[in-house]
Nanobody
Framework: QVQLVESGGGSVQPGGSLRLSCAAS????????????LGWHRQVPGKERERVAA???????DYAKSVRGRFTASADIAKIAVYLQMDDLQPEETAMYYC???????????????WGQGTQVTVSS
């Protein structure tokens, strides 16, 4: 299974910016490996995990309504890497941010999902 490793989290003041990165390691188990999408989710303790942004294999992006205009997701599908530029961060966006990969693998192809371990983002004055 593909492993994902996030980096770039940290502490920032309200209105500040951070850039998250996520890269894959490990080999897919079989033939027919194909990325379906890469994205970012976030979770606050005691709350459900929330999807923040996604990038499809074709490059199309989709964002949660709350981050549109402030967050920008990009991906290098060939490298299985995804990035999240976060601008104008607010305290309520303090959370653990997780990278997610959806992919097909095997013959016949089956869909799999992999998650990173998360990187903490703290927005506080």
């Amino acid at each position: 299974q593909v492993q994902l490793v996030e980096s770039g989290g940290g502490s920032v003041q309200p209105g500040g910016s951070l850039r998250l990165s996520c890269a894959a390691s490990g080999a897919a188990s079989g033939g027919g490996f194909r990325v379906n999408s890469l994205g970012w989710h976030r979770q606050v303790p005691g709350k459900e995990r929330e999807r923040v942004a996604a990038v499809s294999a074709s490059g199309a992006t989709d964002y949660a309504k709350s981050v549109r205009g402030r967050f920008t997701a990009s991906a290098d599908i060939a490298k299985i890497a995804v990035y999240l530029q976060m601008d104008d961060l607010q305290p309520e966006e303090t959370a653990m941010y997780y990278c997610a990969l959806g992919y097909y693998d095997g013959n016949p192809p089956r869909h799999f999902a992999s998650w990173g371990q998360g990187t903490q983002v703290t927005v506080s004055s």
